[in-house]
T-cell receptor
Framework: AQKITQTQPGMFVQEKEAVTLDCTYDTSDQSYGLFWYKQPSSGEMIFLIYQGSYDEQNATEGRYSLNFQKARKSANLVISASQLGDSAMYFCAMREGRTNAGKSTFGDGTTLTVKP | NAGVTQTPKFQVLKTGQSMTLQCAQDMNHEYMSWYRQDPGMGLRLIHYSVGAGITDQGEVPNGYNVSRSTTEDFPLRLLSAAPSQTSVYFC??????????????FGQGTRLTVV
């Protein structure tokens, strides 16, 4: 069965500094996708970044990058140059299989607070 | 673009009442899902659908029914509301294609309270 573990319930970071949010996963499937979503206090879910299990390079999307270590089954999110607007809940999620079946498993999330 | 639209945004029910949460998407996505989010937790899959006429159970299906008569709509029915169903409900859709990255698009959520 799929499982996502986010071990940091809360994190604090100073504005303009970088922060790493941890995510480990467990799956027996060789083909899977890993996603990070941001949930601000307003409640919506915002897609941030994706990493495929067969991707050889770490994914990057602007200030977001994913530190993918397949052997360790970890997919940590790195946010560079934190901004006050980055304060939110962040979820790591996984989807098994090459095709999208609409089924994702989510971790319990990490609340990030950016201090001015 | 409307994307994924959920109605209502807020709802209070009495124990034992039934209701339907509506979800509609205008992106012609094949896949649709319902999740619930309890305080301080991640999203848990209730039911999902891979196309019109096809639905299946997720991790926490008890007390909920779904149907998918059209590609656009995926309503979630609470049969007899219980306080344990107090939660925020999210509907999501995604496309079936061969691109490796197919993120889910989420609705704004429905905050349901059962008293």
């Amino acid at each position: 069965a799929q499982k996502i573990t986010q071990t940091q319930p809360g994190m604090f970071v100073q504005e303009k500094e970088a922060v790493t949010l941890d995510c480990t996963y467990d799956t027996s499937d060789q083909s899977y996708g890993l996603f990070w979503y941001k949930q601000p206090s307003s409640g919506e879910m915002i897609f941030l970044i994706y990493q495929g299990s067969y991707d050889e390079q770490n994914a990057t999307e602007g200030r977001y990058s994913l530190n993918f270590q397949k052997a360790r089954k970890s997919a940590n999110l790195v946010i560079s140059a934190s901004q006050l607007g980055d304060s939110a809940m962040y979820f790591c999620a996984m989807r098994e299989g090459r095709t999208n079946a609409g089924k994702s498993t989510f971790g319990d999330g990490t609340t990030l607070t950016v201090k001015p | 673009n409307a994307g994924v639209t959920q109605t209502p945004k807020f709802q209070v029910l009495k124990t034992g009442q039934s209701m339907t949460l509506q979800c509609a998407q205008d992106m012609n996505h094949e896949y649709m899902s319902w999740y619930r989010q309890d305080p301080g937790m991640g999203l848990r899959l209730i039911h999902y659908s891979v196309g019109a006429g096809i639905t299946d159970q997720g991790e926490v299906p008890n007390g909920y029914n779904v149907s998918r008569s059209t590609t656009e709509d995926f309503p979630l029915r609470l049969l007899s509301a219980a306080p344990s169903q107090t939660s925020v409900y999210f509907c999501a859709s995604s496309s079936r294609n061969d691109r490796p990255r197919t993120e889910a698009f989420f609705g704004q959520g429905t905050r349901l309270t059962v008293v």
